[in-house]
């Protein structure tokens, strides 16, 4: 008798329990229900995404340092490593620059703030020390100093990437130093610790729909919708050239390897979602490092190139930098000539280095500019702040993207990119298995092997 096929609703319950894509989209569509019918109950559910982002904040740092080192140690070649930091650099400031440059090509085409008419004098500058906690940007000599640990277990404590990175750069230089006849058990066991963290990260991400609906209901419930109708322009604007900026990205990436970026957007669908959900790419970033390692890309290119392009290479916020600051001058009456908008692109270049991590750094880096230009006035930076928030998806989308395109471009540079193995990866022709699962998958074929050899001993 043949058996019946499952009804659409058993269906749809089996894609909803296996499939985190599935989960956090109707996260994000309740989060919005919930904001707008119940703003006061969506503000009180925000620590779900607050608390979901700490977690995973608290594994990145040991994530880097035992991908980092276990590269280093495999590759076994420093000078490679080298190279890749370099490559990685050239490729970073390249990207912000254009990022920067199509952004004060947009703005003054489309002028967003063209007939605002703003009196600056209206404005309370006040608002911004507050969103900006008083503080101000580092220094380029600062910025390089606070890149070098005092402390081994302050990096960690202070879960400072650019810290961790150099300590792990130097483990892995020392390990290639002494060999593996003097340390032969080290290397196993940061693998080892690596498959810990991952299997953590695992456990964590199964709370991920949770923290979407959390932030995204606070977002809708605190700030609504009215600020579309305000700033509609600048935000058609901004999200326009995001997706040109990503097309040349995708340009770049099949000039460089052959990949295709939409297909890497859909190889990453739940990263994509979920770093859209809580505005934040930072929790996707172990997923990321697990996908591009199975896509083919080296673990020491990995491990260099996507946690320095957290602090290095923000494209999306360059984009929004250069047009915000453009819009400013326009909203409150002031041209700003070619040479002054060089200085622009000059200065953003410098602070744009620096914002990972400090609170409120849009804000500090706007500030900074219209101090060096001269011309804007400095309370004039409160415009902005009606919209900020509503401008993380297109940050967070384009930084991560131009993060990951990055990887595969000095991954091809350096000859550390599997090619084939990227393109079946990409094309759905080979699944991604999360490496806890393929450990838990490991388990019951060790245990098999374990079982048969009496037997087969036996039988010998």
């Known amino acids: 008798m043949p058996h019946a096929a499952p009804s659409f609703a058993s269906r749809a319950g089996r894609v909803l329990r296996q499939s ?23 503000t009180a559910v925000q620590p779900l995404g607050d608390g979901f982002i700490r977690l995973i904040k608290a594994m990145i740092a040991p994530l880097v340092f035992c991908v980092v080192v276990a590269g280093i140690t495999k590759a076994g070649d420093l000078k490679a490593f080298g190279r890749i930091g370099l490559k990685a650099l050239i490729w970073f400031e390249v990207a912000t620059t254009i990022a920067l440059v199509v952004g004060l090509f947009a703005g003054n ?42 402390s081994a277990i302050g990096a960690f404590a202070e879960n400072s990437l650019l810290q961790v990175l150099v300590l792990s750069c130097l483990v892995g230089a020392a390990l290639l130093h002494l060999g593996n006849t003097k340390v032969p058990a080290i290397l196993p066991a940061i693998e080892q610790a690596q498959e810990i963290v991952f299997a953590i990260v695992g456990f964590i991400m199964k709370l991920a729909p949770l923290a979407v609906f959390g932030a995204t209901a606070h977002l809708v419930g605190e700030y609504g919708l009215g600020a579309m109708a305000t700033y509609g322009k600048l935000i058609a604007v901004c999200y326009g050239v995001a997706l040109t900026f990503l097309c040349l990205l995708a340009v770049a990436l099949k000039l460089v390897t052959g990949l295709s970026l939409w297909k890497f957007v859909r190889y990453t669908r739940e990263e994509m979602l979920l770093a859209l959900g809580t505005a934040s790419s930072e929790t996707v970033m172990p997923r990321m490092m697990q996908k591009l390692r199975a896509a083919g890309c080296r673990d020491d290119a990995v491990g260099l190139v996507l946690p320095t ?22 909203a409150v009456g002031v041209d700003l000539s070619l040479g002054q908008q060089i200085t622009v692109v000059l200065v953003l270049m410098l602070t744009s280095k620096g914002m990972a991590g400090v609170p409120g750094s849009a804000f500090l880096a706007l500030s900074a500019t219209a101090a060096a230009l001269g011309v804007i006035p400095a309370g004039a930076v409160a415009l902005l702040l009606g919209v900020d928030r509503i401008m993380d998806a297109m940050r967070v989308a384009t930084n991560l993207l131009g993060n990951c395109v990055a990887v595969f471009a000095v991954s091809r540079w350096e000859g550390a990119l599997d090619t084939v193995r990227a393109k079946r990866m990409l094309s759905g022709e080979e699944t991604f298995v999360p490496e806890e699962e393929r450990a838990e998958r490991a388990e019951p074929e060790v245990e098999q092997a374990q079982a048969l050899k009496p037997a087969l001993k036996d039988h010998a």
């Not at 994000?28 to 119940?38: A, K, T």
């Not at 703003?118 to 309370?124: A, F, I, K, R, Y």
């Not at 494209?315 to 915000?324: K, P, R, V």
Request: glycine share 12%.
């Open 20 to 42: 985190l894509f599935a989960q956090v989209a109707i996260a994000l569509v309740l989060g919005v229900v919930v904001g707008r019918s119940w703003p006061d109950f969506a």
């Open 109 to 150: 085409v489309f002028g967003p703030g063209v007939g605002m008419n703003v009196d600056p004098n209206s404005l309370d500058a006040s608002a911004v020390d507050a969103k900006t906690g008083g503080g101000e940007l580092p220094s380029t000599s600062e910025f390089i100093l606070h890149s070098l640990p005092d």
């Open 309 to 330: 392009g957290y602090s290095f290479n923000l494209d999306g916020a360059s984009i929004y930098l250069s047009i915000g600051t453009l819009f400013i001058a326009q």
